[in-house]
């Protein structure tokens, strides 16, 4: 099985921990410890929150300037929109941000959030059978 594990750096380990967890990752004590602590969204997603320090150690022993800002968005996929609606909820009582509207087609519901560091996630419903259909239909135009 494939995996991909995002690190982020972050300002403050515990408040970010705690913001993850309420937008319903679940934190593997296998990979956490005082600087790091890793999220599961899924067996194949995982999110390591990183203090800025212990991200930055790694550039820096490779004699590499480190990044101070950058700006990287990533999509998660859920089963419906009400699950869509639910995680937006808790992130933002968690202290998120939604920075932009949500954004609604035939096929597809997708709201955004921004965590306390600035990292941007879309949190999306994708409807494969009616994005399927519609294709069907516009090939046919």
Known sequence: MKQIFINLPVHDLEKSMRFYLACGFTLNPLFTDEEQKCLVWSDAIYVMLQSKAFASSYMKKSGKEVPTESMV?????????????????????????????????????????????????????????????????????
């Open 73 to 141: 968005s990533h999509t998660l996929p859920v089963e419906n929109a009400e699950q869509v609606d639910e995680i937006l909820e808790n992130a933002l009582l968690a202290g998120g941000l939604e920075p932009v509207p949500a954004l609604t087609e035939e096929f597809m519901y997708l709201r955004s959030i921004q965590d306390l560091d600035g990292n941007l996630w879309g949190i999306m419903h994708l409807d494969l059978a009616k994005f399927n259909a519609l294709k069907f239909r516009d090939s046919l135009n």
